[in-house]
């Protein structure tokens, strides 16, 4: 049964490796870890978590320039989400010929991707925080199956991150310091509704959504570029014109990143890391803008704050 599975799952998918659900709860609860799994309907009756990996190419795309701002390397086209949707769809259809039951989760489930594709034998986690995988090397996307079958894992010995620190000096915000500081990291900083400190807006100087440094110091990456998903090859939305982007209305953003992943959290906060933007790159000339957006915005207290304290930068230039 093993073989078969991991036919199926060759053909869709560019990673997978299987853990017990009882060795995941077990190393889980070492680290005073007792969700309650309640999102998972009948998740006694599962057995194995089945890791599955895609990966997407590291080459970004030439940085515009000035008055443009250019998404983090894993939103340059379609949301992973949604990509994997897709293939699970297609491997539960041949799982269900197999009489295997399977639950699908990719993010928002109660399992720790990272750390159940390290029990998979996938790879390690890094001091940048993500999964290493000799092949892919960080540049993937993780996601789980549950199955109602035991099925053994692989044996694979990962490489861990030796005496290396590059990730941690590269860190422009030290998020990296002491292990991980998620409220420093900047891609949390592009993606969470807050009003921005000085510091914070400092760090929008080119990427205007997440953030890739720690991957792309990574030596462990070195060499690695696959191409192996048309949803994930730059879709032409990239570099996102500033000063149009806060002129879009949500109809119309909806259009162009409604299956992007930068859009999950709303137009606002690209919108208010535009501003920011736009505020590092002292574009004068979007002072009547940013001025409209903050007048339409009024309510929105996170994005007024934000965009009043750039106005006030830009008008004393
Ligand atoms: C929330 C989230 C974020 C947040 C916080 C990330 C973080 N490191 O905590 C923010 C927005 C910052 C973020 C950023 C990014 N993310 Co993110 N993120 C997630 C998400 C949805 C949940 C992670 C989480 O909060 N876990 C809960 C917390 C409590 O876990 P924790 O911090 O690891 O710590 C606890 C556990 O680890 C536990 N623990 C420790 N050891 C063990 C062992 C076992 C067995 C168990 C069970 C538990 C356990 O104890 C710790 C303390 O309580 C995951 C998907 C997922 N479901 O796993 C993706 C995910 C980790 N992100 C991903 C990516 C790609 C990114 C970015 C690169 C995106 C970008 N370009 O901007 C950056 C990288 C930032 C970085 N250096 O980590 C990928 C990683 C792929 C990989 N190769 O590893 C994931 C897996 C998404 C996916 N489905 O592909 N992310
Ligand atoms: S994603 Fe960026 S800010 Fe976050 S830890 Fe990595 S380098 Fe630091
Ligand atoms: S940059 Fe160095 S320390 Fe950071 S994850 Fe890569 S190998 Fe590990």
Redesign the pocket.
């Known amino acids: 049964m093993k073989e078969e599975i991991s036919n199926i799952l060759k053909k869709h998918v560019d990673l997978f490796g299987f853990i017990s659900i009882d060795e995941?709860l077990k190393?889980?609860s070492t680290?005073g870890?007792e969700d309650s799994f309640s999102r998972i309907p009948n998740f006694s009756k599962y057995k194995t978590i089945i890791v599955l990996g895609l990966s997407y190419p590291s080459k970004t795309v030439e940085y515009k320039g000035k008055s443009y701002g250019v998404l983090?390397?894993?939103s340059y086209n379609t949301d992973?989400h949604l990509v994997f949707k897709k293939v699970f769809e297609t491997i539960e259809k041949a799982f269900d010929k197999l009489k295997i039951k399977s639950h699908f989760s990719?993010?928002v489930?109660d399992?720790?991707?990272?750390?159940?594709a390290t029990?998979a034998n996938l790879g390690c986690i890094g001091k940048?925080?993500?999964?290493i995988n000799n092949k892919y090397g960080?540049y993937?996307?993780?996601?789980t199956i549950l199955v109602d079958i035991d099925i053994t894992k692989n044996i694979e010995v990962a490489d861990d991150c030796g005496d290396c620190t590059l990730c941690i000096d590269a860190c422009p915000s030290s998020a990296l310091d002491n292990g991980?500081d998620?409220e420093l990291?900047i891609?949390?900083i592009s993606?969470e509704k807050n009003i921005l400190s000085e510091t914070e807006i400092s760090y929008f100087k080119e990427v205007i959504y997440?953030?890739?440094i720690?991957?792309q110091v990574c030596p462990k990456n070195t060499g690695i570029d696959f191409h192996l998903h048309e949803e994930y090859e730059p879709a032409g939305f990239e570099n996102i014109n500033l000063i149009s982007l806060l002129d879009l209305t949500n109809k119309e953003f909806k259009e162009i990143y409604g299956k992007n992943a930068s859009s999950w959290t709303g137009p606002l906060v690209l919108k208010r890391n535009a501003v920011c933007m736009i505020g590092n790159q002292k574009l004068v000339s979007a002072i009547p803008e940013i001025k409209r957006s903050i007048d339409k915005y009024k309510n929105v207290s996170w994005y007024n704050e934000t965009a009043t304290k750039i106005l006030k930068m830009l008008e004393s230039e």
Not at 111 to 116: C, G, H, L
């Open positions: 995941y190393t889980r680290y870890k983090s390397r894993y992973y990719v993010d489930s399992i720790y991707e990272k750390q159940a029990l940048n925080q993500l999964l960080t993937l996307n993780l996601a991980f998620r990291c891609s949390d993606q997440g953030c890739d720690c991957q």
